[in-house]
């Protein structure tokens, strides 16, 4: 049983947040989760997550086996057809295929939609999730015991019942992240912007099973690029969908007054402008785009140095893209935000709840690994989105 009867306070209702929360729920440990939105099905889930080995032996080390199993039998698994590049206007392949570079077990390619991957995460934890609840920093302090603890202040000025900890896992504009390091956790906007898009699995034919990116060097304002992954199975059934990401240069996609909570036509209708000249392959992509599922986004990426050390606070930290946002380059993002919630899981599991030194020595580790996967992402987005950072003069979100 844990040792501390308050509950751990968690901020945010996303992947790394919820996966933490298993960890908590199987060890008996209580917690609080606090989300900004009112239900799960608020905003677009949509798009479609690669799970790296890391990430996977990340979350089956978290999960009981009956979660683990559901989880295993919801991601798709793309045999080895691999990664293939090609030239989105001539339709040629551009690089040879590679059948192992994505892998992550038993040779294949293992996918889950967001959506999906969260409701997973959320099962037997969605009782502890209070909603509309706009995380806008916290205060500690002592309560009515005379017992040390933290609270979370919310948008409204409210404040949370006091908890032994918090964990800020609530993504790039977490504003725990800002107080706890003051201000030395930092995320860049790149300049570049993508969109998503979704359409249904027989808009994808022309490209076959696997992973694909085509890139698009024919507009004078910049490149563009669009990653998919077509899994096989489901090919044939229409009401089945997937998902696709394009992204452009700095300049290349803009959102109308460079806001990002757009979504549906206008952005439709800009994938459609974008790729007006791509081959017939791949227009089904395109004309057959689900309205709805249709968004704009930005793309951001952490401090690409690494991630900044700060004073240790035994009683906060952080989770994910709160601590280490990342662009799309490499699809490293959830697998490194689900490592943080099984190691901090396990620190937490191994001392029965808060004890002074866990988040100490969750942060040690994190950094390491958080740091080169940061690098790494940033470092294939300068080669393939053109942009670049300066830590001392970029803008920040
Ligand atoms: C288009 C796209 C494609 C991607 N593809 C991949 C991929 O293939 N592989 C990969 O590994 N990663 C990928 N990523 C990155 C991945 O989605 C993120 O790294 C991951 O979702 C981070 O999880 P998180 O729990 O830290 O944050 P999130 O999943 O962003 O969750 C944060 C939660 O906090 C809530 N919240 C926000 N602010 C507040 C507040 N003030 N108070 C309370 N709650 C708040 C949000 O509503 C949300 O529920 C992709 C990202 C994008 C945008």
Redesign the pocket.
């Known amino acids: 049983m844990a040792s501390s009867a308050k509950p751990v306070l968690i901020?945010?209702?996303?992947?790394?947040?919820?996966l933490l929360a298993q960890s908590l729920r199987l060890a008996r440990i209580p917690f609080r989760i606090?989300?900004?939105?009112s239900s799960f099905i608020f905003?677009a889930q949509g798009?479609?997550?690669?799970?790296?080995a890391e990430?996977l032996d990340a979350i089956e080390s978290v999960l009981d086996k009956t979660s683990w199993d559901k989880f295993w039998a919801t991601c798709g698994k793309t045999g080895g057809a691999g990664f293939a590049a090609f030239d989105a206007v001539t339709g040629e392949q551009t690089e040879q295929k590679v059948a192992e570079g994505l892998a992550s077990r038993g040779g294949k390619t293992i996918?889950i939609s967001?959506g999906d991957m969260?409701r997973i995460f959320a099962e037997e934890v969605e009782g502890n999730i209070e909603w509309g609840?706009?995380?806008?920093g916290y205060e500690k302090g002592v309560d009515n015991s005379g017992e040390e603890g933290v609270r979370v202040v919310f948008?409204d000025g409210g404040k949370s019942s006091w908890g032994s900890m918090l964990v800020g896992?609530?993504?790039?504009?977490?504003?725990v992240a800002k107080q706890l390091s003051g201000g030395k956790l930092k995320v860049y906007d790149t300049g570049a912007r993508?969109i998503?898009g979704q359409a249904p699995t027989t808009a994808f034919k022309g490209l076959g099973e696997g992973v694909f990116r085509l890139t698009d060097t024919t507009s004078e304002r910049g490149s563009t690029f669009l990653i998919t992954n077509v899994r096989p199975g489901d090919m044939e059934d229409p009401n089945v969908q997937f998902g696709w990401?394009m992204g452009g240069e700095p300049g290349v996609i803009r959102a109308p007054n460079d806001d990002y909570s757009i979504v549906g036509k206008i952005a439709v209708d800009m994938a459609k402008d974008l790729t007006k000249n791509w081959h017939p392959k791949f227009r089904p992509l395109f004309d057959e785009m689900s309205e709805v599922d249709a968004a704009f986004?930005k793309i951001t990426c952490s401090t690409p140095s690494g991630v900044p050390e700060w004073p240790n606070d035994p009683r906060a930290t952080v989770?994910?893209?709160?601590v280490h946002?990342?662009t799309?380059a490499g699809?490293?993002?959830?697998?490194?935000?689900v490592r943080d919630s099984a190691l901090l899981g396990r620190l937490l599991r191994e001392a029965g709840g808060y004890k002074p030194g866990v988040t100490a020595a969750y942060e040690k580790e994190m950094r390491v690994y958080a740091s080169e996967a940061v690098h790494q992402s940033y470092s294939m987005a300068v080669a393939a989105f053109g942009i670049k950072i300066d830590e001392e003069t970029s803008d920040t979100v």
């Open positions: 901020s945010g209702a996303g992947l790394a947040s919820l606090f989300e900004r939105d905003r798009y479609r997550l690669r799970l790296s990430g996918g967001r969260r609840k706009q995380v806008v948008a896992g609530e993504g790039i504009y977490s504003k993508g998503h990401t986004w989770i994910g893209d709160a946002s990342m799309p699809g490293i993002g959830a697998n490194t935000a």
